[in-house]
């Protein structure tokens, strides 16, 4: 037996916490669909923006490394992009670390639809 990779224990990470919280993670990418046509962030925004825009609709996940869940399958879906540069994050508990500059990728709003039931 091979052994893994820290990519694919991160991506097998992900995909359980997903699958553990499927229900706050659909509604999520629903947010973030809304979100996407309305603009309810800046047009340049960290995963913390949107993520708090999520949680204070929504509620806050089951598990905390949801939110990272539901960030890399908006960036895997294409749905947003990193634009290669980085903010300070707010929140006091993450101590001023940098975090990506993410942007909306143009599309169609039913296509965020498909991602949400996707899985």
Known sequence: MMDQTGKQLRDEGIES??????????GALHIANLSSTRREVPSEFTGEDLLNLICDK????????????????????KVIEDTGR???????????????????VPRIPWQ????AGSR
Request: glycine fraction near 8%.
């Open 17 to 26: 916490v997903a699958a553990h919280n499927k229900r706050w993670r659909d």
């Open 58 to 77: 929504i509620g806050p996940p089951g598990h905390p490394n949801a939110k990272g869940a539901v960030i890399m399958a908006l960036v895997r879906g």
């Open 86 to 104: 980085t903010a300070h994050m707010r929140n006091a508990t993450a101590h001023s670390r940098r975090n990506p500059l993410y942007r909306w």
């Open 112 to 115: 965020l639809d498909l991602l």
